[in-house]
């Protein structure tokens, strides 16, 4: 996990390196499967994202699923989690269609937001579906101008940046054109970020991607 804090941005930027082990809630016996999760609960990531919040327990936090195949499971697993943390004041935020991130209600939940979480999935469909979009315009101008925080696993991380990698493999990483890069949600400029780059071996495509584009910083997430 990294948190960026830039100058003249009053938001925070966390991003998480993927598969975010945020416990298993789908059991009825929650009190014997918790102390299972117990060591990242009380020191995990979620609990930092809780802290760093505006109003801690009390921040209004939207999870953001756009990215997934399976967002009407994967939502309500991080509402869980969360609540077991103490904060209640979370709910999911589906946007599955371009034109949902035009729509006003969708809009001023954003508005009202302190955290958005966004989950992994598939990145060019995150930017795909809100790029360029109202919901996009107000995400960043939150994030510029708000004590608020983009939280985002995965693909919710490599979408954050200006340079996003989206396709391509390390061991195919020196043939021309197998990395692909396009463009981001664009929080951070200068910076390319790549995720479960340990357990996927991503320092080849990692490398491609920060040679072939000499000025940006890579941050490669465990």
Known sequence: ???????????????????VDKGSFTETDLDTTAPQNLNFFEEGILKRIIKESLHKENSRIEVITTASKIPRQIG?????????LGAHNVDVLYIEKREQAMDA?????????????????????LTSILGGTPFHDLLLDKYR??????AGTSAGAAAASNNMIYQGSSSEALLKGEVKITSGLGLID???I???FVQRGRIGRFFQAVVGNPKVLGVGLG
């Open 1 to 19: 996990m990294v948190i960026f804090t830039l100058m003249k941005i009053l938001g925070k930027l966390i991003i998480i390196g993927g598969a």
């Open 76 to 84: 309500p697993e991080y509402v869980k989690a969360f609540n077991y």
């Open 105 to 125: 209600e969708i809009i001023q939940r954003l508005r009202d937001a302190d955290v958005v979480m966004f989950t992994g999935g598939d990145q060019l469909r």
């Open 145 to 150: 101008n708000e004590h608020f925080i983009y």
């Open 190 to 192: 200068d910076v390319v």
């Open 194 to 196: 790549d995720t479960h």
